[in-house]
């Protein structure tokens, strides 16, 4: 075992979609030797109106499972797999592999079987191309018997597995429940495998590759061409995720949070961008921005409540809070005045939860006034750059206001690298672009 630095590569399903994908990320993976541990998803869209291999074994299982025959629609996976060995030319002969997984089909192994096989089969043929070892998730990746990760013993057994690896192919997605069943993690979850390899090597770098060149400053549906983010830390990450702002799936980020490794995101079809860079603390990441990004969505509503004197009631909030609780909802912000406090929460709440709410603190609190809005937005605009440049908010105020949009709702989070502010629904996109156009010129 050499001592050089380690890179993990993740490769999302667009990056190997198909043989001329696959001839990339060879070229990305070889033209680095520290690229040692490689993490592919299963062969993803050629084109818009294409179907995922993923999202071919669900369907082709459902058949299996409803007992109907399943043969014609196994047929088309395994040409998928087949076209892509073909046309790279690879002396590889999955049949073996195919009689297996129909006969595990027939059998019922399960839907997570049927979905982890994208990842296996992909992984066996990228092994093949790049002449790295194939290791099966499922001797490495272990879950707890109700379904949750198992980070420990995965750590355990995976880290010692890779030192007896110099380069190994280790597909993403599935792992296996202590009485060895196949489970998955949700969709998208290759992104979590990568990470999860990324700790147990004690990589110096988790680059992700994907089809986007990062991470953007903002939603290039409502705002034109916007700026790549170059340095984004994990905690701003969460607050834009949080807001809608999706590249990488969320929970991938707590095994190498943990461990300190940072997270590149890259462009297989643009090799030569830097992509955005996630890392635990900021130091010697200075990007000049006072703003990192803007994100925001709609469907909230705001529960807004009065009573003179409400400061010096003890136990108001908390009796407010326990009305939402029993109701089994979750508040997203709370910002209050002195005799009135809001509370934000998703708007996919029932008539009837509005409703026992209300009567609820109406008991509990006897209010002056009580009532529901709905029909709010809420965008956040994140940055690191914002606790040192005095005046951020009052630029972010200054850009709604003249754009002739009415604020609802402000909230500015202890640590200062968010302010979060609420608008009708109907404002979200004008707002946002005012924001945008005030910090980036
Ligand atoms: N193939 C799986 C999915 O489509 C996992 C992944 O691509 O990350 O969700």
């Not at 050629?46 to 058949?63: I, N, P, Q």
């Not at 830390?233 to 300190?260: K, N, Q, W």
């Not at 462009?267 to 990004?293: E, L």
Request: aromatic content about 8%.
């Amino acid at each position: 075992m050499n001592n050089e630095t380690v890179k993990v590569v993740k490769f999302g399903g667009s990056s190997l979609a198909d043989a001329e994908h696959f001839l990339k990320v060879r070229d990305i993976i070889l033209a680095e030797p520290r690229r040692r541990y490689v993490v592919p998803s299963a062969p993803g869209k050629r084109s818009s109106s294409d179907t995922k291999v993923t999202d071919m074994l669900y369907d082709c299982y459902r058949l299996a499972e409803e007992e109907y025959d399943f043969g014609e629609e196994f047929s088309l996976i395994e040409e998928r797999f087949n076209t892509i060995i073909a046309d790279l030319g690879l002396d590889l002969d999955l049949t073996g592999e195919f009689e297996t997984i129909k006969g595990a089909f027939k059998y019922h192994a399960g839907s997570d079987y049927a979905a982890s096989r994208g990842e296996y089969l992909n992984g066996m043929i990228l092994a093949k191309l790049i002449g790295y070892d194939f290791i099966d998730a499922a001797k490495v990746i272990k879950f707890f018997d109700n379904g949750t990760f198992d980070a420990e013993k995965t750590q355990i057994i995976l880290s010692d597995r890779l030192t007896r690896h110099e380069r190994a192919v280790i597909p993403g997605f599935y792992g296996t429940l202590p009485n060895g069943t196949i489970k998955t993690f949700s969709r998208g979850g290759s992104d979590i495998t990568g990470s999860i390899v990324a700790r147990a090597a004690a990589a110096d770098l988790y680059e992700n590759w994907t089809d986007v060149s990062g991470f953007l400053m903002a939603d290039p549906r409502v705002v034109d061409n916007p700026c790549t983010i170059d340095t984004i830390t994990y905690h701003e990450l969460r607050e834009l995720s949080y807001m809608g702002a999706t590249v990488l799936h969320e929970d991938s980020i707590f095994p190498v949070r943990f461990a300190g490794i940072p997270i590149n995101i890259r462009n297989t079809n643009d090799p030569g961008a830097p992509g955005t860079m996630i890392v635990p603390s900021a130091d010697g990441f200075d990007s000049g921005r006072v703003i990192t990004g803007i994100a925001g969505k709609k469907g909230f509503s705001v529960l807004n409540i009065e009573k003179d004197q409400m400061n010096a009631e003890i136990g108001f909030g908390r009796k407010v809070l326990q009305a939402i609780e029993k109701e089994g909802a979750t508040f997203e912000h709370l910002p209050s005045g002195i005799d009135t406090m809001s509370v934000v929460v998703s708007a996919d709440i029932t008539e009837r939860q509005r409703k026992d709410i209300v009567n609820s603190i109406c008991e509990s609190c006897e209010p002056e006034a009580i009532a529901f809005e709905d029909g709010l937005a809420l965008i956040a605009v994140v940055g690191r750059g914002m606790v040192r440049a005095k005046g951020t908010a009052a630029r972010v105020f200054k850009a709604i206001a003249e754009s002739d949009i009415n604020i609802r709702m402000i909230d500015q989070g202890s640590s200062e690298i968010s302010i979060i502010i609420g608008i009708n629904e109907c404002d979200f996109e004008k707002a946002l672009r005012a924001i945008y156009a005030e910090f980036v010129k």
